[in-house]
């Protein structure tokens, strides 16, 4: 163990000092990737230092009882003690550390909203999750921002798309992508039942323009005049943009901006992300598999994780995880259920590296 610790002490170092070259200084693609996984090495790299500081103070602590006074001995076995219940919790703690991380670790995420099954109630329903993620984002200090806001009759959400940017905002997003289903007694029910409905919720990591290049001659664009409410100079002037890509035929409409040209550079970052998505999907089984898991049809039997306002419940199914405590989670306290399903993951990812060894 301590010579493959060694080995990651080496490219730390190596790494530490490629970030000073003009080779990588001069190159924002080689910074960028290179900053990042420094970033991302860093709490793995101090675990190391302070398991070899603590094993060199157990060794030390071995050779020197050996020829110490009774007193002497007594202090140092103690001392040899704590060390080696110092080392077997930093060893817990480079098992996870060592899982190999995410490759879109550190980037921002994009949010795709849309009521599934329910009519309007599913509508209002993915309104508000809109807001749950909202204030889960403010909690945690990242940036959330509405892209597209198509608003349904009864101000749920028909379809709204938000990008979140922080450092640690994919690591903790990536769990969320699915179908959300509520139970509760809709505002549109006047008998009083309780109704099953669902909204989905896509997470894709942001695509970067080096990610992936777009021809300028692959793309159609469209202006017209923005729909529905928004302010007189939204409503009166071509303001609105829809891109379409003409060999994949996606289409990005956007039209909450003022401007023109903010409305194409909004549509065109949600574009990349969306092309970005179907390459990886192409390319690799893993990936397309769990977005087809993450948002299937929107259907009831797909689901990943209830609300039941009866109840006061939360339940993750995927793990069985289940909190009576739902109005704090969407209030935007989802910490507790990101928690069991990080948890979740890195046991899944120790058993896969003890598999393999």
């Known amino acids: 163990m301590l010579a493959k610790l060694d080995a990651i002490l080496a490219d730390f170092e190596q790494l530490e000092l490629s970030l000073t070259s003009q080779e990588v200084l001069g190159d924002q693609n080689k910074l960028r990737d290179a900053s990042r996984k420094y970033k991302q090495m860093g709490p793995l790299i101090e675990c190391i230092r302070t398991y070899k500081s603590v094993l060199g103070n157990v060794e030390a602590a071995k050779e020197l009882i050996e020829s110490a006074s009774p007193e002497e001995r007594s202090s140092l076995d103690a001392e040899m003690r704590d060390g080696m219940s110092q080392l077997e919790a930093l060893e817990e703690q480079l098992k996870v550390l060592l899982i190999p991380p995410d490759p879109d670790d550190g980037k921002n995420v994009m949010l795709e909203f849309r009521g599934a099954e329910g009519g309007e109630e599913a509508n209002l329903f993915a309104g508000e999750l809109v807001e749950m993620y909202r204030a889960w984002a403010a909690r945690n200090g990242w940036t959330f921002e509405i892209l597209a806001y198509d608003r349904s009759p009864m101000g749920g959400v028909n379809q709204a798309t938000a990008l979140v940017k922080g450092e640690t905002a994919w690591r ?9 289903r509520v139970q509760r007694v809709p505002v549109t029910e ?3 039942r309780i109704h099953t409905s669902s909204a989905t919720v896509a997470v894709m990591p942001e ?3 080096v990610d992936i290049a777009i021809d300028e001659r692959d793309l159609e664009i469209d202006v017209y005049r923005s729909g529905g409410s928004g302010g007189q100079s939204v409503n009166t002037t071509d ?12 289409v990005v409409t956007m039209q909450d901006e003022r401007s023109q040209l903010q409305n194409r550079v909004k549509a065109m970052q949600v574009l990349r992300t969306r092309l970005l998505q179907r390459r990886q999907e ?7 598999a769990e977005r087809r898991a993450q948002v299937g049809k929107g259907g009831r039997g797909e689901k990943i994780r209830t609300y039941n306002y009866k109840e006061n419940r939360i339940t993750d199914h995927r793990i069985g995880f289940t909190l009576y405590q739902l109005q704090d989670v969407l209030a935007g306290n989802l910490d507790a259920v990101v928690d069991a399903l ?7 990812q120790l058993a896969k590296q003890v598999g393999s060894e």
């Open 172 to 180: 903790r997003f990536r769990f969320e992508g699915g179908s959300h």
């Open 190 to 192: 006047n008998a009083g």
């Open 207 to 209: 695509a970067e323009e």
């Open 239 to 250: 303001s609105a943009v829809r891109i379409t890509h003409k060999p994949t035929g996606l």
């Open 282 to 288: 192409e390319h690799e089984a893993k990936i397309s």
């Open 342 to 348: 990080t948890l979740e993951y890195q046991a899944e």
